[in-house]
């Protein structure tokens, strides 16, 4: 069965600490890994798509790595406004279906 | 800039009442989703669509249904709202493996 587990549930930084979000995963022929952030009351924002493994994607303080069976979310020097849940997702081989993960709630202090 | 859009962001219904449920895109998409949203259990898709007036149940389908007889509107009716669908409710749309895109949500209570 397809499954998407992350971890931490939830993390504390202070500002400018850097840290690391897991996303591990089982499916049958990975199509495609997602990563989103989302922000109370409001929808899923969509920040990086990752295909194969070894394949890295980059946006400001946030890196994406994908290796066979896990992905991770680097925060580089994270600020305040980085707090939200971010989630993680999968599609495999055969289905158009997205599957999620819970998701890690991530507080920045100042 | 990608858009969806839901009809709702909040909305208050009673025991009983049908629903209705709608989501826009504008990006052309072949595929639109729609999911609950509930703590602790994450995303969890109630149907899809793959096509116009085609449709596929997603893992908790039972009390809901959805038409798709425009490319770009997908909706979703509660054919009788229970208090165990008060959720946060959110569409979604792609192309193929691409990613998605969600709309801003629609919290609906059901007293």
């Known amino acids: 069965e397809d499954q998407v587990t992350q971890s931490p549930e939830a993390l504390r930084l202070q500002e400018g600490e850097s840290s690391s979000l897991n996303c591990s995963y089982t499916v049958s022929g990975l199509r495609g890994l997602f990563w989103y952030r989302q922000d109370p009351g409001k929808g899923p924002e969509f920040l990086f798509t990752l295909y194969s493994a070894g394949e890295e994607k980059e946006k400001e303080r946030l890196k994406a790595t994908l290796t066979k069976k896990e992905s991770f979310l680097h925060i580089t020097a994270p600020k305040p406004e980085d707090s939200a849940t971010y989630l993680c997702a999968v599609q495999g081989g055969g289905t158009y279906k997205y599957i999620f993960g819970t998701g890690t709630r991530l507080k920045v202090l100042a | 800039d990608v858009k969806v859009t839901q009809s709702s962001r909040y909305l208050v219904k009673r025991t009983g009442e049908k629903v209705f449920l709608e989501c826009v895109q504008d990006m052309d998409h072949e595929n639109m989703f729609w999911y609950r949203q509930d703590p602790g259990l994450g995303l969890r898709l109630i149907y899809f669509?793959?096509?116009?007036?085609?449709?596929e149940k997603g893992d908790i389908p039972e009390g809901y249904s959805v038409s798709r007889e425009k490319k770009e509107r997908f909706s979703l009716i509660l054919e009788s709202a229970s208090t165990n669908q008060t959720s946060m409710y959110l569409c979604?749309?792609?192309?193929?493996?691409?990613?998605?895109?969600f709309g801003p949500g629609t919290r609906l209570t059901v007293t």
């Open positions: 669509s793959y096509d116009v007036k085609m449709k």
């Open positions: 979604a749309s792609s192309n193929g493996v691409w990613e998605q895109y």
